[in-house]
């Protein structure tokens, strides 16, 4: 229990200064999160969706904490934003969740109201540097209110050579025919311990675009929920991983058909290298109401060497009658047939690897209908396979 109550310890020292330095909004919350994570502690793995990720473990080092100076306006329109909206992140329901509420003292807005579109991208990076371990509880709220559109980039980046563990709770409203595409990049090391919850409610004829690519780290866990309220609602969840060395990569997911007439896609492709391990769990649930639910899951995974490991755990849960859903997942093995073939052409073993890889991860990249990030992260993934032929651990 010692990994539970040095951070009940940390909050009850610190809650003057951390009320001080944050918003009404989230300081209103800070008790009933606390009293959560007393009574839950951290999810041990005989709770379902954390079974393949030993979250006390990842938590149990003592980092230090890294206090924000307030950013926040105490104005009538932010009090009115994070009130109507800041509220879908159940604490109750996650640990991970309330530990976040608990601690975070800012919280990044980005709201757009009915019919606004943003001709350009929103670019949030995180880049960490410290000369000790160092902990940090991030805030995200995006609200497209109905007919906005927005497109979203998250970057996670942090120098190499320390211990960081950080917490990240996005909370994202898509209204009335609002569409919304969020780009999740993570960038780091393998000391880096990072946890992403993301809560998201898609409203008629709304549509999400939701993505987690890992292209480098330590250990990585990303929940995503997502429901779809109206109809017409339609979701599209993306994930990518790359894992080398000991790396471990988490990804659960749920979509939660409520109404009737829409349509959730899903793909998550992995290629898991070395000694890392990676998990997939993915559940599509399809309410009595939500007739004429359109459903396509799918999780691939290429598994390059047998001290590797990879779950995969793809879920229909499906309560309505006209309905057309369909899950699979596959865990396989570089093609022999198609290394052979690039020998005989004078490719090297270790550029056919590279290229087999690029083109197994490609089908994921091809989904994102914007072009320049596309192109980048395509280049950002030759690299990242190019770099592990002669794997450094992730040295930056």
Known sequence: MRGIEQYIELFESE????????????NARRDEAAATFRLQGFPSQKVERYKYTDVAAAFAPNYGWQMCASLQEESPENNDILSKYGTLADVNADAITALNTMFVQNVVVVCLRAGEHKEHPVQITNTLRSSAPLMQHRRLLIVAEAGADVQIILGDRAEAGQDFLTTQVTEVFVGEG?????YD???THERFRRFHQVYAQVASSG???HTAFTLAG???RNQTDVRLLGEGASVNLLGCAITNATQHVDNNTLIDHIAPGCTSRELYKYVVDQQSTAAFAGRVLVREAA???DSVECNANLVCTDQARMWTQPMLE????????SHGSTVGQLNDDALFYMRQRGISEAEARTLLKQAFASEVLNEIPLETLRQRLLMQVEKRFRSCENCKLCVK
């Open 318 to 325: 499906i309560y309505a009658d006209d309905v057309k859903c």
């Open 185 to 187: 990049i993570e960038d």
């Open 291 to 293: 007739e004429r639910t």
């Open 15 to 26: 809650r003057a200064h951390i009320d001080a330095g944050s918003h009404a909004a989230l």
């Open 178 to 182: 609002a569409h919304v595409a969020l």
């Open 218 to 220: 330590g250990i990585s």
């Open 207 to 209: 549509h999400l675009i």
